[in-house]
């Protein structure tokens, strides 16, 4: 079995980075992996495999898989870890990665797509770095020109199967009772530094009116209207709610919030994303999104880094409470299960930062993910690359 993460014997480089961990040759055979974990982004990537108990040797694999995979462990649970190729998002390609983890790793009977998403304020109270879980996915842009010149959706709304589902209803109740262990998950694995680039950016939660569009050259809006802001209320520091809801999916980046407002209202969604839509025929998939933007003209990539690892940090906790079968459970070992950092070296295991608290709050932050870049609608048919400003 591969070494925990909370093992003396890794390696850690001068700036206290990990740079290797010893690995045995017992890693599970491909058929014992159950758990797939798909994510878009390198960052997204980082985060995940941050919060895993123990990383696995990868073994050769078949030569029509492209994929890259890291595989680990949490709880028992044994994981593969597969993210999208550098620049090409949406829907199509997030299928393809789907199909070939699934040739290669038989066992696996559940995915998760955790990364970023654009969050819906006019339906929701969403912060930036709130986690929305996907209770429901739609495909805004798949449909047909009508004759009058009107566009017609016609996706097929897709929910988690009952295992997923049932595992979220366990969670949530939970949540009625006592806070969500995302903020303690993030403060032990993913930013146990405070000059961490995934903790809680400086850059200050702005909403806009949606009708209110961006003005300036710069990425920043230091020169847009402050007049033009929403008020929102006082959120506790460094908080996080998770916002269960149904997600928007699709080809397009949504950056225009009377477009995002009017979809949402349409679909009745929360959250824009560009990949979960192209998973849901492929394996019964939980879209699990941290907010790293509004989905408007205002979005920047200040908050990606801490709005994936909010979002990781929420799927381990949800991982950990999905039942495991009997062969599951005789295989795994006690090193698995995950236990505070002690030792300094542990403490600098990942290069993230220590982040704020929260119950079903977990550390807020902001920023949605940027959803494909464009506009337009897009059909269903050819398979086409993206290669779109993210």
Known sequence: ???????????????????????????????HYTIAWICALYIEMAAARAIL???HEVRPKGFEDTNSYVLGN??????????LPVGQYGTNNAATVATNLKRTFPGIHIGLMVGIGGGVPSKADIRLGDVVVGTKVVQFDLG?????????????????????????????????????????????????RPDSEYNQPSTPDQ??????EHRSQLPNCNDCDQSRLISRGERVPKTITIHYGAIASGNQVM????????????????????????????????????????????????WQKYAAATAAAYARELIEELPMAEDQKSACSASSVWTPSSTPEDKLFNSFHNSGGGVMNVNTGSGTQNNNNGGGNQFSGAIHTLHLAR
């Open 53 to 55: 108990d123990e990383i």
């Open 144 to 192: 047909k020109i009508m004759g009058d010149g009107k566009f017609e959706r016609t996706a097929i709304p897709k929910t988690p199967d009952q295992l997923l589902g049932t595992t979220i209803a366990k969670l949530r109740s939970k949540h009625e009772y006592e806070p969500s262990r995302a903020l303690s998950i993030l403060q032990q694995s993913l930013i146990t």
């Open 255 to 302: 950056r225009h919030g009377t477009t995002r407002d009017n979809i949402a209202r349409e679909l009745d969604t929360i959250c824009f994303e560009m990949e979960a839509a192209g998973l849901m025929n492929v394996l019964p998939f939980l879209p699990i999104r941290g907010i790293c933007d509004y989905s408007d003209s205002h979005k920047t990539k200040e």
């Open 74 to 83: 949490i709880k028992g649970h044994n994981i593969v870890i597969a993210c």
């Open 1 to 31: 079995m591969a070494r925990s993460f909370n093992d003396p014997g890794q390696h850690f480089d001068p700036k206290g980075q990990r740079c290797g961990r010893e690995r045995s040759p017992s890693a599970p055979r491909y058929d």
């Open 207 to 212: 909403l806009f009116q949606a009708t209110y």
